[in-house]
């Protein structure tokens, strides 16, 4: 990343777990306006997950992906004090990768009405080409590496 943005990577959590990174990660809002319940320390968590770590391995953030029938809702949850330094979009991004990987269609997010950010978060989803449906869903077409390099005919 460039233009004072920290250097990350993106790891699979390969059994995902519910711990203080995470919680940080969700504050102020909790998990609980995200549909992940009240988890206690450790308790399992359902779906894809990833961890943005720094380059020094300080917790930047986190990204969630749940596939059904062809599409992802996806979530990204980012440490306080990395927002507004471009890691969220960075982990939205990866996302759209792991979704275009797995074939599918498109990724989406509903903002829950109870969110406190509810306005700047279905903005900023905007900002990442998320489109807004009627049904208060958001969705951004995903497009594989091979029908993006495709030569034309």
Do not use: I
């Not at 109870?114 to 449906?133: K, Y």
């Amino acid at each position: 990343m460039t233009d004072g943005a920290p250097e990350l990577t993106w790891t699979a959590e390969p059994t995902p777990r519910w711990d203080a990174d995470k919680a940080a990660a969700f504050s102020p809002a909790g998990p609980t306006v995200h549909g992940l319940g009240t988890p206690d320390e450790g308790d399992a968590l359902g779906d894809a997950w990833w961890r943005v770590e720094t380059a020094d391995g300080e917790v930047a953030g986190f990204g969630r992906l749940d596939d059904t029938w062809g599409d992802a809702e996806v979530l990204v949850a980012v440490v306080p004090a990395f927002r507004q330094r471009g890691v969220g979009a960075w982990a939205m991004d990866r996302l759209a990768e792991e979704a275009a990987a797995r074939s599918l269609n498109y990724v989406y997010n509903v903002v829950p009405v109870a969110h406190p950010d509810r306005e700047a978060v279905t903005a900023w989803l905007g900002v990442q080409n998320f489109d807004t449906r009627e049904t208060g869903e958001l969705r951004r077409r995903v497009t594989t590496r091979a029908a993006t390099t495709a030569p034309s005919q």
